[in-house]
C-alpha cells in the first residue's frame, strides 16, 4: 500500500513550472503512437529477473488493448506468458484538481508531493530525454514512503522509462515506435 501511495502522489500530485509540468495520463501515453509500437522492460525483484514486453495492439475510439508478454525462468523451466489490458478513454487524470487516495483532499494542498528533475536516460542506443519523479519521504498521512523514483518520457510509448524502489527495478531496454 506504501507504494501505491508513493505512485499515486507522483502520477497525481504535479504542480506547473519547470519540470513538473509532466502530467502521467495511461491512455495519452499509448494513444500517441501507432499499432505495433512497444516497450520491452527488464525487471528485477526479491532476486527475480524477468522480461516485459508491452505491445499497442489495438486502437478503438474508447479503448486501447496492449499485449503484455512476460518471461522469465524459473529452475530450468522458462515462463512465457502474454495477457491483455485494457485502457480506457478517461476525462483528464494527474495535476492539481486530482483528489489524493489517502487523505481526499486535493492534490494540490499537499506541502510535499516529491521532487521533479530533467533527466536523459539511455534506453538501448538511444538517449531519450525523461522528467524524473523522486517521492517524498512522508505522506499526507503522514506514513514513511519507500524512496520511489520513477523516469518518464513522452518519446516512449506508454511513457514509462524506468522505475526503482528498495524491492524492484525496472528498466527500459528498447523501445519500437510504429509510423
Known sequence: MKILAALALGLLAMRSGG?????????????????????????????MKMTMIKTLDKKEKEEIT??????MKVGDSEID?????????TESTGGEDVTCP?????AKDHKD??????????????????KLYESPEKACNGETVPKT???YSSDVPGHMVKMETEQM????????VKK
Do not use: H
Not at 496492449?66 to 518471461?71: A, F, I, S, V
Not at 489517502?102 to 486535493?106: D, G, H, N, T, V
Not at 527495478?169 to 519500437?176: D, G, I, L, N, P
Open 169 to 176: 527495478k525496472m528498466t527500459a531496454v528498447k523501445f519500437e
Open 19 to 47: 519540470a513538473q509540468e509532466f502530467k502521467f495520463d495511461n491512455w495519452k501515453a499509448w494513444d500517441s503512437f501507432k499499432e505495433g509500437s512497444s516497450v520491452e522492460f527488464e525487471i528485477e525483484t526479491s532476486g
Open 113 to 130: 508531493t516529491g521532487k521533479w528533475s530533467d533527466e536523459k536516460v539511455k534506453v538501448g542506443e538511444q538517449e531519450v530525454k525523461c
Open 81 to 89: 506468458n502474454t495477457t491483455e489490458e485494457k485502457v480506457k478513454k
Open 149 to 151: 523514483k520513477i523516469w
Open 66 to 71: 496492449l499485449k503484455n508478454r512476460t518471461k
Open 102 to 106: 489517502l487523505c481526499e483532499k486535493p
